[in-house]
């Protein structure tokens, strides 16, 4: 069974516009989810994590993801979307020393 | 600058050649993994090693080899038996022991094409 759901292959937006990714997880507890970023030709860069400490996750280039128990979500966020946001986008979870990843969205960013 | 490397950045095979890509960290860490990346797939695990001297097989280790006989080295073979191995391949890293602190880390990738 598939641990973390990305809805959403290909996200497209504007520049200045919000951005939204989407993460469910299935449900178990407790879920160590994880936020991955990752350029062409590139490996994984890690953009922020939940353990538990907090249910909004803060993490680098702006992005944060709150973690909500009652619909499974871990949903990645920004207020502005910037050209060099345009990547390709994983959420992760860990579970038994393995990480199971999502299949990815690719975010597109418009002028 | 500690962190993962993986070389050869590009490499091409004919088919049924055996080809052995290397992954080595400085970062002390004690688990090592590697995986798989086809487009719209994400990413599948080939195979993961907790501890020296030990691994573990992932979703689909069919057609690979490892082995893990010094910490900072998790070299991966892709063996004949292995059908489709044209694909990315990412190494990552991570400290054993509380699951809050494994995050995993990342090289670079190699991109293997079978001829």
């Known amino acids: 069974a598939q641990s973390v759901t990305q809805l959403g292959s290909h996200v497209s937006v504007s520049e200045g516009a919000l951005v939204l990714l989407r993460c469910n997880y299935s449900s178990s507890v407790p879920p160590y989810l994880f936020w991955y970023v990752q350029y062409p030709n590139q490996g994984l860069q890690l953009l922020l994590k939940?353990?538990?400490?907090?249910?909004l996750v803060k993490g680098i280039n702006g992005f944060e993801a709150e973690f909500k128990k009652s619909e499974t979500s871990f949903h990645l966020t920004k207020p502005s979307a910037h050209m060099s946001d345009a990547a390709e986008y994983f959420c992760?979870?860990?579970?038994?020393?393995?990480?199971?990843f999502g299949s990815g969205t690719k975010l597109n960013v418009k002028p | 600058d500690g962190g993962i490397t993986q070389s050869p950045k590009y490499l091409f095979r004919k088919e049924g050649q055996n080809v052995t890509l290397s992954c080595e960290q400085n970062?002390?860490?004690?688990?090592m993994y590697w995986y798989r990346q086809d487009p719209g797939q994400g990413l599948r695990l080939i195979y993961y090693s907790q501890i020296v001297n030990d691994f573990q097989k992932g979703d689909i280790a069919e057609g690979y080899s490892v082995s893990r006989e010094k910490k900072e080295s998790f070299p991966l073979t892709v063996t004949s038996a292995q059908k489709n191995p044209t694909a990315f391949y990412l190494c990552?890293?991570?400290?054993?022991?509380?699951?809050?602190?494994?995050?995993?880390?990342f090289g670079p990738g190699t991109r293997l094409t079978v001829l």
């Open positions: 990552a890293s991570s400290p054993a022991g509380q699951p809050s602190y494994n995050e995993q880390f």
């Open positions: 970062l002390n860490h004690d688990a």
């Open positions: 939940y353990t538990s400490a907090a249910t």
């Open positions: 992760a979870r860990y579970n038994f020393n393995k990480f199971y």
